[in-house]
């Protein structure tokens, strides 16, 4: 079982900055891929960006949403991942939360509770 606690979430004006950080623990999680999705009332979770493990280390994938101004990042025990997000807009509002998938055999997902980011005008 993995355990994930997500923090940083807020209120921000719209071309505003914040930093959602993931930290998770339970398993041995460097070799899996940790990330972001987001999900408004009444709407399908979307991505938005991933760490993908691979041998020569982690690549970053990101939703066309997400290019260009969302930054993720993973440390180096591969027990936490950051999304950093800048020149946020109005439609960036919604919860956000942290994915843990270990792929393999018997692929699991785990899915953090969530944190609220709100952009105002």
């Known amino acids: 079982q993995v355990q994930m606690v997500e923090s940083g979430g807020g209120v921000v004006q719209a071309g505003g900055s914040l930093r959602l950080s993931c930290v998770a623990s339970?398993?041995?999680?460097?070799?899996?891929?940790m990330g972001w999705y987001r999900q408004a009332p009444g709407k399908e979770r979307v991505f938005v960006a991933m760490t993908r493990w691979s041998l020569r280390g982690y690549n970053s994938e990101y939703a066309h949403s997400a290019k260009d101004r969302f930054t993720i990042s993973r440390d180096n025990a591969g027990n936490a991942t950051y999304l950093e997000m800048n020149s946020l807009k109005t439609e960036d509002t919604t919860i956000y939360y942290c994915?843990?998938?270990?792929?393999?055999?018997?692929?699991?997902?785990?899915w953090g509770q969530g944190t609220q980011v709100t952009v105002s005008s």
């Open positions: 339970g398993r041995t999680l460097i070799n899996v891929d």
């Open positions: 994915n843990v998938n270990v792929t393999g055999p018997v692929p699991v997902e785990y």
